[in-house]
């Protein structure tokens, strides 16, 4: 090609593919234009290439500057941060499920822009969309607060402008009856009738961790990592320390006491490995095997024998202990078959083991005050108690009764 052929040609305005926005490559470097074929996105492609031509073919000062890292930069940074500092026993916590929405949700149509120039309406402009696609309002407030907290540590660490974290720190969050984000059904208690009709068709282990769970109030967590060596069984009443609980990194401890009908419940299971967990989903599942074949019709000379027609290699293999995903599981399993039973009307709800700790706790205030309830369910805060324990409105009617 001639050179005053290529003097006169123009950079071209592309997509590019992995995040569907236009871009120019000017000097080598690529610019990021907006979302691919708007007029927004040709107008910066007009300024910017026409600034180039101004300049005799090279990069305007102000272009030229370094603007810091770019969003998808920032993301990066902070994602290798919080693989290190959100774990617990080795492995990433629950929060970095948040992360990873927030980190989506900014890469998404940002990953390119400057990070000190995501400001305010760009952080509403994400909200938005998460309103659009009817995610709950105390799930955005979670997600938008996540991004700040992104930027705020971007400004600690000195990679964009602290004017850009206090700007985005303005943006309130969404209030009740105030958004069209939808406010989700609030968590209460699950009746005593609806675990009891419930039990008779979950496995042995898992009806008796729900057992345990009622009576104690304890986290789904704490239930499922019950171990003989966490169990002081020295006096009368029995005291649980977990190995691992939800506030143990504010350097708070654990302590959940077992009374004689939790001991009853809990007592064959101490019967092992002191190390080992009393809640087995592998061990459940051997107990499932053995009861099926102690029904068994066709003789053992008909028919496959015990253990022949199994997988040598299943995708899947029992653990040797429950989470709270399985244990959740387990539980709505048996609902969904204890409504096969039951007419439409009489359908039970597939509830979560979460509510059987509202129901201790609304029990334990009602029976002993909201004191002892914040002790049981080992909170530091008696205002947290209360969103667990249902209020107690005995009083309240009494009051009425007399003055009203």
Not at 49 to 78: F, H, N
Not at 144 to 153: E, L, N, P, S, Y
Not at 156 to 173: F, I, N
Not at 319 to 331: E, K, V
Request: charge should be positive; proline fraction near 6%; glycine fraction near 6%.
């Amino acid at each position: 090609m001639p050179s005053s052929e290529r003097a006169s040609k123009v950079p071209s305005y592309r997509r590019h593919k992995p995040t569907g926005q236009a871009v120019v490559t000017l000097n080598g470097k690529d610019f990021y234009l907006g979302r691919y074929g708007t007029k927004a996105s040709q107008r910066a492609y007009d300024r910017l290439t026409g600034e180039w031509m101004a300049c005799g073919r090279c990069l305007p000062k102000q272009v030229e500057a370094d603007t810091g890292p770019s969003i998808a930069e920032l993301c990066v940074a902070y994602w290798n941060h919080a693989k290190v500092y959100y774990r617990k026993n080795g492995q990433l916590s629950g929060s970095t499920a948040r992360v990873k929405a927030a980190i989506r949700a900014i890469r998404e149509h940002y990953a390119q822009t400057p990070a000190a120039d995501f400001g305010p309406l760009a952080l509403q402009a994400v909200r938005q969309r998460f309103i659009e696609r009817g995610c709950s309002r105390g799930y955005i407030n979670h997600v938008v607060g996540v991004i700040k907290q992104i930027f705020r540590w971007g400004a600690s660490q000195q990679l964009l402008p602290v004017e850009t974290y206090q700007a985005l720190a303005t943006v309130a969050g969404l209030q009740a009856g105030r958004t069209a984000a939808p406010e989700p059904a609030p968590i209460g208690p699950i009746d005593d009738a609806v675990v009891d009709a419930t039990l008779p068709h979950m496995p042995e282990i898992v009806a008796d961790m729900v057992r345990l769970q009622r009576l104690t109030g304890c986290r789904p967590a704490e239930v499922c990592i019950v171990r003989p060596c966490d169990v002081d069984t020295a006096g009368d009443v029995w005291v649980y320390r977990p190995e691992s609980h939800k506030t143990e990194h504010h350097g708070r401890e654990r302590a959940i006491c077992l009374g004689p009908k939790a001991q009853d419940i809990l007592r064959p299971y101490l019967l092992r490995d002191k190390t080992a967990y009393c809640f087995s989903p592998a061990e459940s599942e051997r107990r499932r095997r053995a009861q099926v074949h102690a029904v068994r019709k066709t003789p053992l000379s008909c028919g496959n024998r015990p253990g022949t027609n199994r997988k040598s290699r299943p995708k899947k293999k029992p653990r040797n202990r429950y989470d709270t995903i399985s244990y959740r599981q387990a539980i709505q399993r048996a609902a969904d078959m204890a409504n096969r039973e039951r007419k439409a009307k009489d359908q039970l709800p597939r509830w979560a083991p979460n509510r059987l700790r509202h129901t201790a706790a609304t029990q334990i205030r009602h029976t002993f005050g909201l004191e002892a309830a914040q002790v049981a369910l080992g909170h530091s805060q008696a205002d947290v108690t209360q969103i667990y324990a249902e209020k107690n409105l005995t009083l309240a009617a009494e009051v009425a009764r007399k003055i009203g």
